[in-house]
Nanobody, 127 residues
Framework: QVQLVESGGGLVQAGDSLRLSCAAS????????MGWFRQAPGKERELVAA????????QYADSVKGRFTVFRLGARNTMYLQMNSLKPEDTAVYYC????????????????????WGQGTQVTVSS
């Protein structure tokens, strides 16, 4: 089993920055591909960014390219999402997700392809 714990959400103004973190624990916590998803009220959960097991490959939603950066530190079991130039449309609950995978490229971009989820953290961007 794998447990994921997110932190770092909050209320900010447009143009501000936030960094989210996701710590993985459990027996297979170093063998994970990981991703960040978000869900706004009335909308489906969508991929924000995904990162491969080793951290060498990442994919981003078009809406966040150039503003958000996903990276991993600490024996690969901690993932971060650096969010810059935040916009009101970034307001959502952000979820960390993981799946057992040692692929060096990103292969998991849909919510259904992930097996483990964090509890979510609220990000609110005011205009």
């Amino acid at each position: 089993q794998v447990q994921l714990v997110e932190s770092g959400g909050g209320l900010v103004q447009a143009g501000d920055s936030l960094r989210l973190s996701c710590a993985a624990s459990g027996r297979a916590s170093s063998d994970l591909a990981m991703g960040w998803f978000r869900q706004a009220p009335g909308k489906e959960r969508e991929l924000v960014a995904a990162i491969s097991w080793g951290g060498g490959s990442a994919q981003y939603a078009d809406s966040v390219k150039g503003r958000f950066t996903v990276f991993r530190l600490g024996a690969r079991n901690t993932m971060y999402l650096q969010m810059n130039s935040l916009k009101p449309e970034d307001t959502a609950v952000y979820y960390c997700a993981a799946v057992l995978s040692r692929s060096i490229v990103v292969r998991h971009t849909s919510p259904d392809s992930y097996d483990y989820w964090g509890q979510g953290t609220q990000v609110t961007v005011s205009s």
